[in-house]
């Protein structure tokens, strides 16, 4: 078997955990050194996942030679330093979304990695998922046909507190930073990351963050998006590809493992859905099926993986999420978050 990809891991909160539990899980992978500005937390990570070696700052972490890459966890505000100290040390990083919150920011990051030629990528590990690979073929070999809607939901509510990372805005705290980047993603691995309407409307809460928001998107070639988050309302969480010959139901788009597929009949056969169709408004007709991709731990293997092999075939940045889309995205985000502040 090949050498092993080594992993080097700034900030260990709940999020570096899922990654830690994502690496113990892949054979050909593993975090070597670990560091956080409290050192009680560091070492607690490294006896949990069996790191060998346990760094007091991040220019020590960075200057081990033996990392291939390293991942940055810490809190959303800190993201733009780190990565930046990362990359010019001449590291690859892969950083927790949101990987910043503003477009000069990123503009910059994207600009050192690829004076330092190495590897930057944003951790929205939902659009590495192997359903999402079978959902891409599937639209890719026409089986809904053209694609002509896509909307994606994801509500949860947290008890108010207004010092809590959800609801502090000097913590990068809302909806849309939170979970907005995932619903956004689910949309552009389908759309594209270029709309050219964008309607926003949000409730911001007593703190300034948007606790609330519902997004309309518009593209070029006439398909359309919407979206809304929300960090106080509970309620489903899922999305739908609707297109012309068919649609795709995806519950828990954000850690999907299952997708319910439905096929139309031939629009020659004259068959109309309306009038025809069940409460589930499915034509007469329609054949459907459920696609199943477990996971082999918790969905961040997925990503992990991503870029270790781009790393290992000398790209400086992975084919489904790359450089130019994330810098399009975080501008989207940036503009979108100005409107509601308006």
Request: glycine letters at 8%.
């Amino acid at each position: 078997m090949a050498e092993k990809f080594r992993w080097g891991v700034i900030g260990t909160g709940i999020i570096a955990c899922k990654f830690g539990e994502a690496i113990a899980a892949l054979d050909d992978a593993e975090i070597i050194a670990v560091t956080n500005r409290t050192r009680a937390k560091a070492d607690a990570f490294a006896e949990r996942f069996a790191i060998e070696t346990v760094y007091d700052t991040n220019a020590e972490l960075l200057a081990d030679e033996r990392i291939d890459a390293v991942y940055v966890a810490t809190l959303n505000i800190q993201h733009y330093d780190v990565v930046k100290e990362a990359l010019l040390s001449g590291k690859n990083v892969l950083c927790e979304k949101p990987i910043v919150m503003q477009s000069e920011q990123v503009e910059e990051l994207v600009a050192i990695a690829r004076e330092q030629d190495v590897l930057l990528c944003e951790n929205l590990w939902t659009r590495f998922l192997p359903i999402y690979d079978r959902l891409r073929t599937l639209i890719a070999d026409g089986g809904i046909g053209e694609v002509r809607v896509v909307h994606a939901d994801y509500f949860f509510r947290m008890e108010f507190d207004p010092n809590d990372r959800f609801f502090n805005p000097d913590l990068g705290g809302g909806a849309l930073y939170d979970i907005g980047v995932y619903g956004l993603g689910f949309i552009g691995t389908f759309l594209g990351y270029e709309p050219d309407r964008v309607f926003a409307v949000g409730r911001l809460g007593s703190t300034g963050v948007d606790e609330v928001l519902h997004l309309s998107l518009g593209y070029p070639n006439g398909a359309m998006a919407d979206a809304t988050f929300s960090i106080s309302t509970p309620a489903p969480f899922r999305a739908m590809v609707i297109g012309t010959r068919g649609r795709i139901e995806i519950p828990e788009y954000g850690r999907a493992t299952t997708a319910t597929v439905y096929q139309y009949p031939d629009v020659e056969a004259g068959r109309n859905s309306k009038g025809t169709g069940t409460v589930s408004n499915v034509p007469e007709g329609t054949t459907s099926y459920v696609i199943e991709e477990p996971f082999k731990q918790n969905g961040f293997e997925y990503i992990a993986s991503a870029v270790a092999d781009a790393i290992r075939a000398g790209k400086k940045e992975t084919d489904l999420l790359t450089c130019d889309e994330i810098v399009t995205w975080v501008k989207l985000k940036e503009s979108i978050r100005a409107d509601l502040s308006k």
